[in-house]
């Protein structure tokens, strides 16, 4: 595998190789599932054009073409005087390299119920939420082609893998050889059974979150078999069994929004008894149909026969329930071995600046912090860098109509403010305590009644203000 590694790295077959050869065009239609742009722009035979069209686009290429390091892999197979792949080898983000299977187009027979998924979006964006902080023992839960190993390798002294599927475990451990990433230990078993009564640093899972009714040859990347958002919820309840003291944990996951529920109740509610703090937020919503559509396509049903009954009894599944849409988010706990533990459920649509990993333990000491901290009148607060102040009015008027208070870094959040937060926003740099401070401001452009420090938690929790 050292040997295919050089030989890859040699030829260019890199994250930067790959898209200055596809160029933008081609990149895009891929995205769209259009394979053609890109075998156009590989189409000369040399090296990395031809490792492309093995690799990433898995059409059959000439074995004269081929180095012996990719002929005596294990990854490809002879076909005639072609060679085919027998996986899909991509180069990844950290530098290393993912085998997975291929992902299926249109027209490809049906994906094999132990289909071990690619790195992709939600992969990415697991990653990219990831605390940057180095930890002693790491859990990847469900690690499919091993991903997530790639970029906790170096933060974490320890990485247990675990996941249901033997398949992925095979996979993940080629990915691994091949990104030069030792001492991994891959486990099978479902969910915690792996790990029973082990305490880790961080855990990570990009679970099979897809909320479908059970069906046979259901896909296990994707579909857990519990019965709706269950998988997610249960992996959120028996976390806390498995985190050191500070120990903390991201997740992505789905939940539905049921009618007559209010849905932060209903996650919320997954992690009100775990003990933990925990933040939520929520990236985005979909409606039933939208959701169905999606990952019918994930799995190259549209255009089969069986796709109308299918849709169509998926749609049927959610009717049943009562569910209006399906939310996607991240999912954040700490062990912070408090007893009055804090749970923040949002809704977070815009663009955050990434990667959250770099900043997501202020988040939650912020949420933390504004819940616990005692006596605020006394605390020295400092507003949070990168802070703007947006004041609309009327064009001659005076007095302002809004004052929003907007970040520019970390989650960018903005929030509309009064005049005394406004002019809070100005003085707040460590110096003075925050009761004193409202009372002058209180005096200069309050209504003359003094506000209540408390008030100023909520802007506190939401990273406007530091403590
Ligand atoms: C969405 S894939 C994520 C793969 C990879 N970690 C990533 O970030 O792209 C979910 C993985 O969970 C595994 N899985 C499914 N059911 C599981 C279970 N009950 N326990 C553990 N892993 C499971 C699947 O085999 C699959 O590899």
């Not at 983000?93 to 085998?99: H, M």
Request: charge should be negative.
């Amino acid at each position: 595998m050292e040997r295919l590694r050089h030989h890859l790295l040699e030829t260019g077959y890199t994250i930067d190789g790959v898209r200055e050869r596809l160029g933008s065009m081609a990149a895009s239609a891929l995205a769209r599932e259009e394979l053609i742009p890109a075998l156009r722009a590989t189409a000369d035979g040399d090296p990395l054009g031809t490792l492309i069209r093995l690799w990433w686009l898995g059409v059959p290429v000439p074995a004269k073409a081929l180095a012996p390091e990719v002929l005596g892999s294990g990854l490809v197979r002879p076909d005639g005087d072609q060679v085919v792949a027998t996986v899909h080898l991509q180069p990844w983000q950290t530098g290393g390299y993912l085998v997975s299977d291929r992902k299926v187009r249109p027209g490809d027979p049906a994906l094999r119920p132990d289909h071990v998924v690619g790195a992709g979006g939600a992969s990415a964006n697991l990653a990219q939420l990831v605390t940057r902080r180095p930890v002693g023992r790491a859990l990847d839960l469900g690690t499919g082609c091993g991903v997530q190993v790639l970029h906790l390798a170096g933060r974490a002294e320890r990485i247990v893998a675990t996941d249901v599927n033997p398949r992925a475990l095979e996979l993940a451990r080629l990915s691994w050889e091949l990104s030069g990433v030792g001492d991994v230990d891959a486990r099978a078993g479902s969910m915690f059974e792996p790990v029973e009564g082990e305490l880790f640093d961080l855990v990570v899972s990009n679970p099979p979150f897809v909320i479908a009714p059970a069906r046979d040859g259901r896909l296990t990347y994707r579909e857990s078999g519990f019965e709706g958002d269950d998988f997610c919820r249960d992996l959120v309840r028996r976390t806390p069994l498995h985190l050191n003291p500070g120990g903390q944990a991201h997740f992505l996951a789905n939940w539905l929004h049921v009618e007559g529920e209010d849905w932060h109740d209903r996650v919320g509610g997954w992690l009100r008894e775990t003990g933990c703090d925990a933040w939520v937020a929520q990236r985005d919503v979909q409606d039933p149909a939208e959701y169905v559509e999606l990952w019918l396509k994930d799995a190259a049903e549209q255009g089969t026969p069986a796709y109308t009954e299918h849709y169509d009894r998926w749609l049927g599944w959610f009717e049943e329930r009562r569910v209006e849409g399906i939310g996607f988010g991240w999912i954040t706990m700490r062990n912070s071995g408090t007893l009055d533990p804090v749970v923040r459920v949002e809704h977070l649509a815009h663009q955050v600046a990434l990667p959250v990993g770099d900043y997501v333990d202020e988040v939650v000491d912020a949420i933390a912090t504004a819940h616990r901290a005692e006596n605020l009148d006394a605390a020295l607060l400092r507003t949070a860098e990168g802070l703007l102040d947006e004041r609309i009015g009327l064009p001659g008027a005076e007095d302002p109509i809004r004052i929003v208070l907007r970040q520019t870094q970390g989650l960018r959040r903005s929030r509309e403010v009064g005049t005394v937060e406004a002019a809070l926003a100005g003085v707040c740099d460590g110096e003075l305590a925050l009761g004193p401070l409202l009372n002058v401001i209180a005096e200069l452009v309050g209504d003359g009644e003094i506000p209540d420090s408390d008030a100023v938690r909520p802007l506190i929790a939401e990273g406007y203000f530091l403590l």
